[in-house]
């Protein structure tokens, strides 16, 4: 059953409802399997931010800025993932007192574990999706994943909606 309409997907219109209906089963699929292991799970956001803090983004303001958040919920988000140690706020000789957006953060080896486990899950649940699709299908996908990173990258320059 369709909820938004019956426009076939040869359409755009059809092309968008066929995407509102698959994107949040992929979606699900994958917060399924980041939350998967352990004894508290990760969340999308959570591991995103970890993801970004384990690569080169170590200041919650750019985190904010990377990952188009507010900078109120990255904090509120860093302070949770600091208090299940998965996240060490360092101390910083110019930091004003109280003030944690220029505290230079780090994941500890606990939060490294967690990132590569749950990334892990998610590169098996995907493969599993992608068993018994052809090489043309494939193809497909891949051009499909560029185009929309392609569009998406427009987005974020252009700072808002892809048309």
């Known amino acids: 059953m369709t909820i938004y309409n019956n426009a076939p997907a040869t359409t755009r219109e059809g092309l968008v409802v066929r995407i509102l209906e698959v994107l949040p089963r992929l979606v699900r699929t994958l917060q399924r399997a980041a939350s998967a292991g352990g004894e508290e799970p990760l969340t999308l956001p959570q591991l995103r931010l970890l993801i970004a803090i384990g690569t080169d983004c170590h200041r919650t303001a750019d985190l904010a800025t990377r990952l188009e958040l507010a900078p109120a919920t990255v904090s509120a988000s860093i302070d949770g993932l600091v208090r299940r140690g998965l996240v060490l706020r360092a101390a910083h000789p110019s930091r004003a007192a109280g003030d944690r957006r220029v505290v230079p953060l780090s994941l500890t ?36 994943c560029a185009t929309w990173e392609r569009q998406l990258g427009k987005t974020t320059r252009e700072g808002g909606e892809a048309r």
Do not use: F, I, P
């Not at 899950?121 to 999706?129: E, I, K, T, V």
């Open 109 to 144: 080896d606990e939060g490294a574990a967690a990132v590569a486990a749950a990334q892990g899950r998610q590169r098996s649940a995907l493969l599993n999706l992608l068993d018994g699709v052809s090489e043309a299908e494939l193809k497909v996908l891949e051009t499909a």
